[in-house]
């Protein structure tokens, strides 16, 4: 079947502008999860999606960032007024149950280059 | 704050040799402890789940965990160059799902 789409895979963007992300999950999976990779950095959290329950979004840096989901499926991150500090690896995941018993499955990720 | 420790490495192992990967975790009440493995430009991908005290065999990779003493740990048995990666170890630790993922074991398999 197939796996976390997300898209772009590249967005290159001028400072200022907003950008959106988009993060299809894997048909069934519950839950959905934002990550924020730097170059050469480990994972950072910012949002985590369950179900119809509010979501977790501690991970957030600023109110700069925002996401939904819409209909327990697709979800759209969005970043205002992008900074430079913004450029990362914006890796998407979802697992079956929000339990924490489930791996999470990655998509291939967005990387995002703010000029 | 509930951490999860790994060492950075890079860890160098001759190939056919065994990789021994360590995480350590914070956390006593977690319960899931998964590894991943990333290659430089890709997204982590699954390689092992663990939930019970013990070891647990798949291919070439056994995942060890040690709840009394809080460590999971990842072996690698006959190294091949293409195992070359960033091994990143997981662990959950409560009921909404929310992992802390460790900053990952650079591993180098050398010809």
């Known amino acids: 079947g197939a796996g976390v789409s997300q898209s772009p895979s590249n967005k290159v963007t001028e400072k200022g502008k907003d950008v959106e992300l988009r993060c299809d999950p894997i048909?069934?999976?519950?839950?959905l999860y934002w990550y924020r990779q730097s170059l050469g950095q480990g994972l950072e959290f910012l949002i985590y999606?369950?179900?119809?329950?509010?979501?977790?979004k501690s991970g957030l840096p600023s109110d700069r960032f925002s996401a939904e989901r819409t209909g327990g499926s697709v979800s759209t991150l969005t970043i205002q007024r992008t900074q430079q500090e913004d450029s990362a690896v914006y890796l998407c995941?979802?697992?079956?149950?929000?339990?924490?018993?489930?791996?999470?499955?990655f998509g291939d990720g967005t990387r995002l280059s703010i000029l | 704050q509930k951490e999860v420790e790994q060492n950075s490495g890079p860890l160098s192992v001759p190939e056919g040799a065994i990789a021994s990967l360590n995480c350590t975790y914070s956390?006593?009440?977690?319960?899931?402890f998964f590894w991943y493995r990333q290659y430089s430009g890709k997204s982590p991908e699954l390689i092992m789940s663990?939930?019970?005290?013990g070891d647990k065999e798949d291919g070439r990779f056994t995942a060890q965990l040690n709840k009394a003493s809080q460590y999971v740990s990842l072996l690698i048995r006959d190294s091949q160059p293409s195992d070359s990666a960033t091994y990143l170890c997981?662990?959950?630790?409560?009921?909404?799902?929310?992992?802390?993922f460790g900053a990952g074991t650079q591993v180098v398999v050398t010809p």
């Open positions: 995941a979802s697992s079956l149950a929000g339990d924490g018993n489930q791996p999470q499955h």
């Open positions: 048909s069934g999976h519950t839950a």
């Open positions: 999606f369950q179900g119809n329950s509010a979501p977790d």
């Open positions: 956390d006593r009440g977690s319960q899931s």
């Open positions: 663990i939930y019970s005290n």
């Open positions: 997981a662990v959950n630790s409560d009921s909404w799902g929310k992992f802390q």
